[in-house]
């Protein structure tokens, strides 16, 4: 009697969850994302050939990374089997071989904020000498909100700013980072849209470093996509993405802790980093990554409207790891779940 009781309680919960798991997404009250039930079918797993891409093919960014199949192009959400975001554009990508798992308004153009720090934190990798110092100018001071507050004529080297910006999304790094790379701010964003073409980004265009508002400034979920896939591939921006925190020593020695914008990296070992992105213009922005398995998924949110976003990318990205892997996903939670408490 008991066993059946217990087993009518959980059939009632199952009911329940099942038929109010949008209504949970929209809730202010609720901070933790919802385990998902079953095993999709391969149904929902978007069809076509994707080849593993080499390191070379990767560097350069060939078109077919983040490509939908023509038949589903016109589709504004695909599949309808998952989990629900409340982003306005989303789109999720194998990391290996670049192949969409999951579409919802994937070409809209709009404001990215913060995420495109993705592409400033690529070209400053790429063009290397990290340990080069550089010296901080009364330019590189004058913006908001989030910032280190270092001060004109400090010198840091090219590694702390990169690792300031990527983990708490210091908008003063950024724009440092970009002078001395390039001379001015303007030159840098002729680099960024340089680099963007070239991994296939061609509906995007930026115009600083650091995502702030600016006249003629937008990219799309799938543009984003192409870039996160490339910086996802950068060992140094991979390393530095995923910390749950950065201790900075400014020049004068004082030591300041930056707590790290994504929430993810705090949850578990899972989720891999990426980058954050907020303005009043472009609402709530987050490209994440998760790992397990040799399984290794890309996750763009453009457009929300609630701080739910890391909660809906959990929802995603457990769903996504086990896309074609039959990994049942409630698996994959608990595996999260012990990761988060230390037993993983």
Known sequence: MRQRTILLLVLGWWVGWAGCEQSYARDPEVRKALPLDGIPSEDSVIPGNYPSLSDDSRSRGDIVIARTPSSLSTLPLYPASAPFTIASSAIMIDAKAGAVLFFKNPDVQRPVASTQKLLTALL?????????????????????????????????????????????????????????????VASFAG?????????????????????????????????MARIAFAAYHNSTLREFMRLPGLTFIYSSGRRRFLEPTNRLVTRSSIFTGMKTGYTETSGRCLVSSASTGGRDIILVQLGGTHRMLFDDAQRLLLWGLQQRAGAPIGNLYSKMQDTKAGRF
Not at 142 to 152: D, I, N, S
Not at 199 to 204: E, K, P, T
Not at 213 to 220: D, E, H, L, M, V
């Open 124 to 184: 400053v990798a790429e063009h290397g000498g990290l340990d080069n110092s550089v010296r901080v100018s009364s330019e590189d001071c004058a913006v908001e909100p989030t910032k280190l507050g270092f001060r004109p004529g400090e010198i840091y080297t090219k590694r702390q700013l990169l690792a300031a910006m990527l983990v708490h999304s210091c908008n003063d790094a950024a724009v440092c980072l970009a002078r001395n790379d390039a001379g001015t």
């Open 191 to 223: 680099l960024m849209n340089a680099k963007a073409a070239r991994l296939g980004a061609a509906n995007s265009h930026f115009v600083n470093p650091n995502g702030l508002p600016r006249a003629g400034q937008f990219s799309t979920a799938r543009d």
